[in-house]
């Protein structure tokens, strides 16, 4: 809903030209952002050396391809707010990518010739809207979207019009293709609970269920993958049913399940080795991962030998060797190669120079109100005594802070703040209990545990208590707001970035998977549960904010629409409750590099400003 009232113009935040005094200093901090970044390739199964990957080396994130065999790379998309998805056809000889309008996320799948030419949509008579999974196959695509309407999950044989194999009012997704492209899994929530999904498996011949698993209340599913081998009907699933993240076979041809017993107390995520004969394990426990191989005919788990910190992205080439995605709060990200002779090499070097390191995280798990919470932080170089802090909270909220690079981290450090971040109840990575600790009370709960780790920074003399920040993007920025409103004697400063800050109308105006996800999370809608919103909305405590505020927001943002932002910032305009506010032309975060650096130069020089805090030589 956007109204026809022109608004007054909100106060806009002085951006300096430069953060540092000293030009080396600003240079070292600039190029952590300007450098080159490279995703992990993804290729395409009967030519694997066509590969896509995504890169900000023109300063806005884009697609593109690599023909290994000649060593060839080529930017395929060229927008001015950047492009997030592509995928390799099966054979290598298109491209796909997700084509929406300013990032808001709404759209279809267009593809083009490997080597270059006009895109086209991809699926005819695949409709406009959110996507909602793709897999490609020989013959068979399966691609799915939703809209306000709900979700449709259709296939394309051979190239062909569309043909609906799934459609519903609730939130569902295209999960797995088997191999020989008869049945296609998907997760739906037709239950009404997309927080925990079934799974459903399908046969495209005429579209019959001929298969349903859905573990009850509190419990979902997710369809990983057939196994890539012709004629095998086993998916990997993902379950928790005993309080994590873990993996079980379902073998489609005899309707069995085989729950597999990995010894790791951390969540479980994997994929299947080419030949079906074992498992890519990525293991997560407190913000870092391991890769294991798992025999699925002996059990045996054997590690990868990976450098200690974060890894995304991990898949099996033909020949046994894993490509992978690395980094550590203190190195830069590196795209690698784990060889089958035990030989890790660096596989795709962006170009020019690399960002400058940063400074370690340190552990914490600090006592709160429902168990031990974890936190991961770092304080400047050079630095004793309390400091200005700055908790930087992240989104999801089904996410986790980790062991990973961050140049935004590394900038505040270099400006003088303590950086913490809070794993707060609602993240993943510490088991289902922990994660869905927030359902019917989110924000409120996550707050708890963001006030017991300021506690434990304040009493450590970690954290100056007159100088502390609270920041954060999307749900981030959302407990920002409230966290300014809830906890106002701790805050000093807020900086909340696409945050949710009137809940009744982002639940009025936001994508429909984003309502059905609420719905799942708060126990029902703004019409069932309506003081279960109020009591969420940072707008409701509004009257109690005396921090300085500032919001940054896009304008096409399709999860924290922009009219319920408006709503909560011409409520501080009307209490004078000092604030400003940073519009941007595209939706929920930017791809464009120049657009991220005005951002963090904005929210730092606008905590120095509230903190009286001098500029740093």
């Known amino acids: 809903m956007t109204s026809t ?69 080529r930017r395929v998309t060229d927008r001015p707010q950047g492009t997030r998805a592509g995928a390799m056809s099966t054979d290598g000889a298109a491209i796909w990518w997700f084509d929406d309008h300013d990032g808001d996320e709404f759209g279809v799948w267009v593809r083009e010739p490997f080597e270059g030419g006009d895109a086209a949509q991809a699926v005819a008579g695949a409709a406009p809207g959110y996507p909602a999974g793709l897999e490609l196959g020989r013959r068979t695509v399966a691609v799915g979207w939703s809209t306000d309407d709900g979700s449709t999950l259709a ?46 498996v399908l046969r495209l011949a005429d579209g019959a269920a001929v298969g349903e698993r859905h573990d009850g209340e509190g419990q979902g599913l997710d369809p990983i993958e057939f196994a ?117 090499t660096e596989l795709l070097a962006p170009p020019g120079e690399r960002p400058a390191p940063s400074v370690a995280l340190d552990d914490a798990w600090v006592e709160g109100p429902a168990g031990a919470v974890h936190a991961l932080w770092a304080r400047p170089e050079g630095t004793e005594g309390p400091v200005p802090t700055v908790f930087m909270i992240h989104g999801g909220p089904q996410a986790a802070d980790e062991d990973r690079y961050s140049a935004v981290r590394a900038v505040w450090l270099d400006a003088g703040f303590a950086v913490v971040h809070v794993n707060y109840r609602g993240s993943s990575g510490y088991g289902s209990a922990w994660r869905d600790a927030i359902e019917g009370r989110p924000g409120t709960t996550e707050l708890e545990d963001v006030a017991a780790v300021h506690d434990w920074a304040v009493s450590t003399g970690l954290a100056d208590p007159a ?36 809940y009744l109308a982002a639940y009025e105006d936001e994508m429909e998977p984003l309502r059905a996800f609420d719905r799942s999370l708060f126990g029902g809608s703004p019409s069932e549960v309506p003081d279960r919103y109020t009591e969420a909305s940072p707008l409701t405590w509004v009257d109690a904010v005396r921090a300085p505020v500032l919001v940054l927001a896009g304008e096409n943002d399709p999860r924290c629409p922009i009219r319920q932002i408006d709503n909560y910032l011409d409520a501080l305009a009307a209490r004078d409750v000092p604030y400003a506010m940073v519009r941007y032309d595209a939706g929920h975060g930017s791809l464009v590099v120049a657009e991220t650096l005005k951002h963090t130069v904005a929210e730092i020089a606008f905590a120095r400003r509230a903190l009286g805090l001098p500029v740093p030589a």
Do not use: K, M
């Open 228 to 344: 890539p081998v012709e004629g095998d009907q086993r998916l990997l699933v993902g379950h928790e049913r005993r309080g994590r993240d873990e993996l079980l076979i379902w073998d489609l041809a005899t309707d069995t399940e085989t729950e597999l017993d990995i010894d790791l107390p951390g969540d479980l995520s994997a994929g299947f080795y080419p030949d079906a004969s074992a498992l890519l394990v990525a293991h997560t426990r407190a913000g870092r991962t391991t890769l294991h191989r798992y025999d699925l005919a002996t059990g045996a788990l054997t590690t990868l030998p990976t450098a200690s910190g974060s890894v995304g992205g991990a898949d099996v080439r033909p020949d046994g060797t894993v490509e992978y995605g690395w980094s550590s709060a203190q190195y830069p990200s590196s795209v690698r190669a784990l060889h089958p002779d035990g030989t890790d």
């Open 467 to 502: 100088a502390c920040v609270l920041e954060g993007w999307s749900w981030g920025g959302y407990l920002t707001l409230l966290g300014l409103g809830r906890q106002p004697e701790r805050w000093a400063v807020g900086c909340a970035g696409v945050p949710v800050a009137d």
């Open 155 to 200: 296939v394309s044989d051979d190239g062909g019009e569309a043909r609906v194999v799934y459609t519903h009012t609730e939130d569902a997704g295209v999960g797995a293709l088997s191999r020989d492209e008869t049945l296609l899994a998907i997760s739906h929530a037709e239950h009404g609970d997309s927080r925990h999904p079934a799974v459903r």
């Open 5 to 73: 009232t022109p608004r007054r113009p909100d106060p806009v935040p002085d951006i300096p030209d430069a953060l540092f005094g000293d030009p080396a200093v600003e240079s070292r901090w600039r190029g952590r952002f300007t450098a080159a970044r490279v995703s992990v390739p993804d290729w395409a199964r009967d030519a694997p050396e066509r590969s896509v990957y995504s890169s900000n080396a023109t300063g806005t994130w884009e697609i593109y391809s690599w023909d290994r065999a000649i060593d060839v790379h």
